[in-house]
């Protein structure tokens, strides 16, 4: 796997994960990236991180969508309430109505995974 970054104008950088002892790609292994590849200390890496995904989070909460170019969208849906029942008993049990993330890729990100990363910037 590999993280890449195709901005225009900056020449492109790999990110090596390889190594990763579980198939997630998590927070500290993205801020173990960030010091090992860029030259951030430990401290700057995580914080960046924690930045970076506060900010995404808090913009979900306050109702805004997230949208990161080359990437996808991060977008808040209010589901309205609708019966449900309870696969055990049967039971009609009412569902609140809840609000949720959804998350539509990019067309670039669709096509770097359908190609396996080779797609031109």
Do not use: C, Y
């Not at 969508?65 to 008993?89: E, L, M, Y």
């Amino acid at each position: 796997m590999t993280l890449t970054n195709t901005s225009k104008g900056a020449e492109m950088m790999e990110l090596a994960v390889e190594s990763l002892e579980t198939p997630a790609l998590t927070k500290a292994q993205l801020a173990e990236l960030l010091f090992d590849q860029i030259g951030l200390n430990k401290r700057e890496s995580k914080d960046m991180i924690d930045a970076f995904f506060d900010l995404i989070a808090q913009r979900l909460v306050d109702g805004q969508d997230v949208k990161i170019s080359g990437f996808g969208n991060f977008q808040i849906r209010t589901k309205a309430p609708r019966p449900g029942r309870n696969p055990r008993t049967g039971e009609a049990i009412p569902i609140q109505a809840r609000r949720v993330v959804t998350f539509h890729a990019s067309s670039k990100l669709k096509e770097q995974i359908q190609t396996g990363g080779t797609a031109a910037s």
